[in-house]
Structure formats: C-alpha cells, structure tokens
C-alpha cells in the first residue's frame, strides 16, 4: 500500500521533497502542550528532520499554533496537513506515509503533549546507522505535571510490567513472528520508511478500537528481527491519563481496553 491515505488531504507533486529523517506528530485540540512539544524539537542536536503536524480536527487554536511556530523558526521544515478520519492511527498512518511518500528515508513519531530528549533525533540516526529497521524508545513520564517522585518510579516500572506481560499476551503470539514481541511506545519510534510501507504502517483507527503501536509492531515482527528497544532514545510523555484515571485503569485501557472510560481525549 503505498498511494495517499483515505480520509487525507491528497498527495500532491508540487509538494516539495521532506528531508531524509521525517518526525510525524498527530494532534487533536492539543493548544495546552503542543508549543512545548515544538520547543523540544527545535532544540535537537540533530536538526536534519523534517516536522509533518497531522491536524486531526483541532477545534482550538492548534493549527494556529503550528503555523505560528513555523512563521518563526523558519529554518525547521514544519508541515501542517490535515487528517479528517478521526483516530491516532489514522492521524499517525498520515504523517507517516507523507515522509514516506516524499523522500524520507527514516521516519519517527511522537504526539503532541511529550517532550523528546534534546538528543532524541541524533540517538535515532544511531539505533539506524547500527542496521536497525524498527526502533522503540524509552518513554519517561514528564517532569513539569505534579507527579511526585514515588509517582514517576511508579509509572516507569508499570512501563516495564506492561512490556513483559506483552511478550506473554496470547494475542501477541501465533505463526510466522521472526521474533519476539516488543512493546512499541507510539509517542516514541522510529523505522525505516520501506519497512513501514512493506508493512502496511499504523492500521487506520481509533485508539477506542486499537492499540496502533501494538498492531504495527506484529505487523514488523513478520518481516524482519532488526528491531530493538533503545532506551538512550528517551521521551517524556504525559501523565495526563494516569492523572485522570489512576494508574490500574489506565493499566486496564492500555493493556486490552478493560477499562472503558467516557472520555478518552483527556485534556
């Protein structure tokens, strides 16, 4: 599959060519963080990237935001395209194919309210230059939401609970895997743009019906082993959900969708 994504604004050849390393960020009504989330990518030390914003129906003022930030930094390749599917994974599957589609030779994704590492580009031009094809970074919770300490430990090490009992889950497990299951934070990878195309990319839904990080890496798991966790690939993502639902429900919703909340766009 490799045309323009339905439900996306058209791929056009006047589009001009994105550089080699292309960033997708889907956003919806994320006026609260996403200037920061901006912020951290302007000041990575590795700054050969193109930024493809995937607007998914903001009703606020995100998209003003973005265009803002890119008016002044005009040096950073900022895209603004619109997805009008609803759902991360349609959202991500834009952003993704738009690199793909206009020269990128690696791709990566992280979402509008995390803060990537200063070093977070460079370390995944490594985890590549190393032969990887699919890499899944460490994901931290921010540091500026009120979390004490005991907190974060907390979060962090449910991240860890959460990665083992995926490599045991019945439903990560079946014929034709090359290799084991890795957790793949959707606000933190990276793979090469072949791959992501040979693969079928994130699948074209909404977080209330699928976990797309999840289905993409099975999908990955059956083309090839070269995928790793890099856990000097770091994020900082919010803890917004934990906040708002606790920890063993949001445990609950990521784990199978046990716990089903009214509303799944915390902001």
Not at 176 to 195: F, H, S
Not at 236 to 248: D, F, M, N
């Amino acid at each position: 599959m490799t045309g323009p994504a339905p439900g996306s604004e058209p791929v056009t050849d006047n589009e001009p060519p994105v550089r080699a390393l292309c960033v997708a960020m889907p956003a919806l009504n994320e006026e609260k963080l996403i200037r920061q989330s901006l912020q951290a990518l302007a000041a990575q030390l590795h700054e050969e990237f193109t930024l493809v914003v995937v607007d998914n129906g903001s009703t606020d003022a995100t998209r003003e935001i973005v265009a803002d930030f890119a008016r002044h930094h005009p040096a950073m390749d900022v895209r603004l395209i619109h997805e009008r599917q609803k759902g991360t994974g349609a959202a991500a599957d834009t952003g993704m194919r738009f690199g793909a589609l206009h020269g990128a030779r690696w791709l990566a994704r992280t979402d509008a309210d995390c803060l990537p590492a200063a070093d977070w580009t460079l370390r995944i031009m490594e985890a590549f230059d190393d032969g990887l094809e699919m890499i899944a970074g460490q994901l931290n919770p921010r540091l500026d939401e009120g979390l004490g300490r005991a907190s974060r430990w907390l979060m962090l090490l449910a991240v860890e609970v959460a990665s083992f009992f995926g490599r045991i889950r019945p439903g990560n497990k079946g014929d034709g895997y090359l290799g084991p299951y890795q957790m793949l934070p959707g606000c933190n990878m990276a793979i090469t743009a072949e791959l992501y195309l040979r693969s079928g990319g994130f699948p074209r839904t909404s977080i209330e019906d699928l976990h797309e990080d999840r289905a993409l890496s099975n999908r990955v798991r059956k083309l090839t082993r070269a995928y790793a966790l890099r856990r000097n690939v770091v994020v900082y993502g919010s803890s917004r959900r934990v906040q708002a639902w606790g920890l063993p429900n949001t445990l609950a919703w990521y784990a199978d969708h046990r716990f089903r909340p009214d509303h799944v766009d915390i902001r």
